[in-house]
T-cell receptor, first 113, second 114 residues
Framework: DGGITQSPKYLFRKEGQNVTLSCEQNLNHDAMYWYRQDPGQGLRLIYYSQIVNDFQKGDIAEGYSVSREKKESFPLTVTSAQKNPTAFYLC????????????FGEGSRLTVL | AQSVAQPEDQVNVAEGNPLTVKCTYSVSGNPYLFWYVQYPNRGLQFLLKYITGDNLVKGSYGFEAEFNKSQTSFHLKKPSALVSDSALYFCAVRDLNAGNMLTFGGGTRLMVKP
């Protein structure tokens, strides 16, 4: 099946630990995105990448890092510097044309204990 | 800067009745508008989009949306609601003059009661 795969679905971490969320796509889309979703709030953009080996900060990049070494993969690391990391994280991809919609993965729920 | 407003946190309708989920937007240029639906603990699913052309856009699962340029609105509608339509709905706008980024509204929870 074509789509976006996020893993793990659920993740628990202790304070002070870094964790990496995986996002893989087989849609051959150029652009990939990471969003954070908190209860009662909309989606907030963390990082995005429009091409391999290039990425840009979104609105809430502090405490997060990403890499884009391959077109198919856009992992997100939640570092210990992120003060409130408990949230639902969504990865998305989009074709290069401007009219294209985002395709989302199923999300990863991170809980800090 | 572009923005999207979904003025209702929650909309309640009875099954079989028509539903409307409201969305207004603000952009500097021509907007590209989108609706997504999210079920609990799932990713967002694309419903429909307006790029250009007819103001009434038809999408998945019987949903449609009406683009109104003068009122800067893009309300989501369905003639007859189903209990299975209960979910969280997001409106989003892309402004090519604002870096081509997608901005999401805060979401509206739709509750359809039997």
């Amino acid at each position: 099946d074509g789509g976006i795969t996020q893993s793990p679905k659920y993740l628990f971490r202790k304070e002070g630990q870094n964790v990496t969320l995986s996002c893989e796509q087989n849609l051959n889309h150029d652009a990939m995105y990471w969003y954070r979703q908190d209860p009662g709030q909309g989606l907030r953009l963390i990082y995005y990448s429009q091409i391999v080996n290039d990425f840009q900060k979104g609105d809430i990049a502090e405490g997060y890092s990403v890499s884009r070494e391959k077109k198919e993969s856009f992992p997100l690391t939640v570092t210990s510097a992120q003060k409130n990391p408990t949230a639902f994280y969504l990865c998305a991809a989009r074709p290069s044309e401007n009219t294209g919609e985002l395709f989302f993965g199923e999300g990863s729920r991170l809980t800090v204990l | 800067a572009q923005s999207v407003a979904q003025p209702e946190d929650q909309v309640n309708v009875a099954e079989g009745n028509p539903l409307t989920v409201k969305c207004t937007y603000s952009v500097s240029g021509n907007p590209y508008l989108f609706w997504y639906v999210q079920y609990p603990n799932r990713g967002l699913q694309f419903l429909l989009k307006y790029i250009t052309g007819d103001n009434l856009v038809k999408g998945s699962y019987g949903f449609e949306a009406e683009f109104n340029k003068s009122q800067t609105s893009f309300h989501l509608k369905k003639p007859s609601a189903l209990v299975s339509d209960s979910a969280l709905y997001f409106c989003a706008v892309r402004d090519l003059n604002a870096g081509n980024m997608l901005t999401f509204g805060g979401g509206t929870r739709l509750m359809v009661k039997p």
